[in-house]
């Protein structure tokens, strides 16, 4: 068990190695990169010379473009990276490491409370749906739930915008506090329901967008355990309807949901990208896309390690928790 | 349109016959099907049914089981299949019952209306009686019964077990949970302590010697061999009137099956109940059975004791079925098998079945489904060769060879 883990910690290892290579080629090959982005109003309106904008490159490491200059910026990067430090912002100003740390929570909460949705809605309605197959309500939940996978989520989050800010007026429309509120400094529960607010919207867009799959894949496999014969066998014991679909067949659908839906873990801390941005709420992911689109080599670099970590943590546990949830499995 | 329709086809292949379904017919299947379907489960699933509505009466109190003109069809989307399609036939107290035929001529289907176990929604008793004399004393009509009674004798006075060893067990439950529920659901103020001793009891009557350790198993760490052997000890532990065993030892190699066989054989005459043996070897019915019944394309076309099936089989069908089974009458080194296919399943001719590979076939065959004919009470067949027009046509001919081996 420890030997296999290890075998996959450092094939892991190994294909982070690749996937950095080939991110960093990608990013210094941009057309655009940050100084050019910083620098073209300046040297336009003269303020500049092409020489000052040389030398900031030079000092920013972006200045050799060759193959060869690539390849050394890129080991350095990697020295630095392999010691812990993911090196200096340039949009931001601070370390990478801090504003990933700063940033990863409010997505974390954002993602991780629209993934327990996921679970306590879309779980039971795959049971019902599988156990009551080419039912009315069966038909109902597949069609709404392939509606909701297939809808892109910027859109989602207009109509939502749309209806409930701008038309109904409930819920706020962007960011994460209301600005033109001033809250005294102890009022901790005030803020506390004013974030809140602000959060329902973009939860509700993600629960959308993922509660059908979680649906679609509890009843693909409930349905596929339901026809398996150990059903059939506990049927024939005499037991009820009930005890077969939620004891004998749900213990079973467990294993790859429980599986699936672990791996999932690591993977909450990465940031909703589209949807953050569209409500301008200031996690990780709308970071992550400001920095791309300013060419912010040095975040985008530890921004994308730091999402390959977490798939293959989330990996390592989907591994770990098979063991743990099928008695037949015995990692080697 | 009627270009479009062409292009969207759905292919039936049958064995003389290639059907085509056009995209109008098959939604006027489904749509058909739909209503159908409905109203079955309707009937099935109404609240407050009276006792009264599915108690009959036996015709032979002797009989633990009677097959009435059994009907159960499948309403898929490419038309009925009619897999058990009028058959009766008894199974009597204390004995044991073998049923052959081909691969889906309908055994399980048979078995599994016993149950009340065919795959809804689109499997659906059609049309017949099921009676059972239940241990009450009463006698019910399995067609008609409520689910909520019928699952006190499912497990408990009617228990199954199945060709599958390997995936008849829930690979996630301990052999002694998975046996202890039985006990727990059936027996009335079973405890957790008297539901193991049950079960360990039962694992030690079919031969498991460290029944201790074989409780605390998951499935996954036993043979094939004992896992059957749990299925047996699992279905005997409420000591069941009747035993239905689905090719029981199919999925087995030949020493274990012996075992098996052996050890049905044995619990039979312990809870004196009797045995529904399913299966298509006529070795082990040879072996096992008191009575047979031969199925083709979901009808029953031969039954009787084993000595007249065996002795005497009279149907073309079971002539063949004795043929090729290997040390059976002909000596030959190869196995004799039966030329062609069962039809189709969906587009069932009405005439016998058989025709397209009897070699006895002659005009009458292609014209009307035969008759049962009797040879004894116990031994009937379903064979224009033993009466009527058939029968004439027989004696001609068999006076024509007479008379071409006179001249000689
Ligand atoms: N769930 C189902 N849906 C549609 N058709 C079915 C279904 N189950 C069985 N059938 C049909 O019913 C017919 C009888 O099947 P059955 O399983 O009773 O055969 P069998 O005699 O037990 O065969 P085997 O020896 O292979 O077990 C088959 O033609 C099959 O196609
Ligand atoms: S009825 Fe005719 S075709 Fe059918 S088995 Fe008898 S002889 Fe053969
Ligand atoms: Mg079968």
């Known amino acids: 068990m420890w030997k296999y883990l290890l075998r996959r910690i450092a094939l892991s290892l190994l294909i982070l190695l690749g996937v950095s290579a080939l991110i960093y080629l990608l990013v210094m090959l941009m057309p655009a990169d940050y100084i050019d982005n910083q620098t073209s109003a300046a040297l336009q309106n003269g303020s500049m010379t092409m020489e000052d904008v040389m030398r900031l490159k030079e000092l920013y490491g972006l200045a050799d473009k060759s193959f060869t200059g690539i390849a050394k910026s890129y080991i350095a990067w990697l020295k630095s990276t392999a010691s812990g430090d993911l090196g200096f912002s340039f949009m931001y100003g601070r370390p990478v490491t801090d504003v990933l740390s700063d940033y990863i929570w409010i997505s974390f909460i954002i993602a991780f409370l629209s993934y327990i949705f996921q679970i306590i809605i879309g779980i039971p309605m795959g049971v019902k749906a599988a156990s009551n197959q080419y039912s009315g309500y069966d038909y109902t939940v597949s069609v709404f739930a392939m509606m909701g996978t297939a809808l892109p989520s910027f859109f989602l989050s207009a109509l939502l915008m749309n209806v409930f800010s701008i038309q109904l007026g409930i819920f706020p429309l962007q960011g994460l506090v209301t600005a033109t509120r001033i809250f005294p400094s102890d009022a901790y529960i005030q803020v506390f329901l004013d974030k809140a607010w602000h959060l329902v919207l973009p939860i509700t867009v993600l629960t959308t967008l993922n509660v059908g799959g979680t649906m679609k894949f509890t009843r693909t496999n409930m349905l596929e355990v339901l026809s398996s014969d150990y059903i059939r066998t506990a049927r024939a014991k005499g037991l009820s309807e009930q005890v077969v679909t939620y004891k004998h067949a749900f213990r079973n659908t ?48 530890g921004y994308n390690m730091f999402l390959a970590i977490l798939t293959v943590l989330g990996m390592l546990i989907s591994d770990i928790m098979y063991m743990v949830v099928d008695p037949r499995v015995k990692l080697s | 349109m009627g270009l479009f329709d062409r292009f969207k086809t759905k292919k039936i292949e049958g064995v003389d016959d290639t059907m085509y379904l056009t995209l109008r017919e098959e939604r006027r299947i489904t749509k058909e099907n739909t209503k159908i379907i409905k109203e079955f489960e309707r009937q099935k699933n109404r609240k407050h049914v009276t006792e009264a509505e599915y108690l009959t009466q036996m015709r032979d109190p002797s009989n633990v089981v009677e097959f009435d003109n059994l009907h159960t069809y499948f309403f898929t989307e490419v038309g009925t299949v009619k897999a058990v399609n009028g058959v009766s036939f008894d199974i009597p107290q204390g004995k044991i019952v073998g049923v052959v035929g081909e691969s889906g001529c309908g055994k399980s289907v048979t078995s599994l209306s016993l149950m009340q176990l065919v795959q809804a929604p689109q499997g659906q008793i059609a049309d017949g009686s099921i009676r059972y004399q239940a241990g009450n004393g009463k006698c019910y009509d399995i067609t008609k019964m409520p689910k909520d009674q019928m699952l006190k004798i499912r497990g408990k006075e009617i228990a199954m077990i199945f060709q599958e060893p390997m995936t008849s067990l829930n690979p996630v439950f301990r052999i002694g949970e998975q046996m202890d529920e039985v006990v727990l659901l059936h027996v009335e103020g079973a405890t957790a302590e008297s539901a193991k001793a049950r079960s360990i009891e039962m694992l030690n009557l079919v031969g498991i010697a460290d029944e201790e350790k074989i409780y605390k198993n998951y499935p996954h760490e036993l043979s094939g061999g004992m896992r059957q052997r749990v299925m047996i000890a699992m279905a005997l532990a409420c000591d069941p009137r009747l035993i239905i065993a689905d090719e029981p030892t199919t999925a087995l190699d030949v020493t274990i099956q012996a075992q098996i066989l052996e050890l049905l054989r044995n619990v039979k005459d312990k809870i004196n109940g009797s045995i529904m043996l399913i299966t298509h070897d006529l070795g082990v019915i040879a072996e096992m059975a008191d009575n047979v019944v031969v199925m083709y394309a979901g009808r029953i076309i031969e039954q009787g004791t084993v000595h007249e099936i065996f002795k005497e089989p009279k149907h073309p069908y079971t002539i063949g079925l004795m043929k090729s089974k290997p040390g059976g009458k002909l000596k030959e080194d190869r196995l004799y098998s039966i030329k062609g296919q069962v039809p189709n399943p969906i587009n069932m001719p009405d005439f016998c079945y058989f025709c397209n590979r009897c070699d006895h076939a002659m005009n009458i065959c292609s014209k009307e489904y035969p008759n049962m004919v009797k040879f004894s009470p116990d031994h009937l067949t379903a064979c224009h060769l033993y009466y009527g027009e058939g029968l004439q046509e027989q004696n001609q001919k068999r006076m024509q060879n007479n008379q071409s081996e006179g001249k000689e």
């Open chain 1, 254 to 301: 467990l294993i790859p949901l429980v599986t699936s839906l672990s791996g999932m873990l690591p993977g909450l801390f990465g940031g909703a990208m589209i949807t953050e941005t569209v409500f301008a709420i200031p996690g990780i992911g709308y970071m992550a896309l400001r920095a791309t689109r300013g060419g912010d080599i040095p975040f985008i670099m």
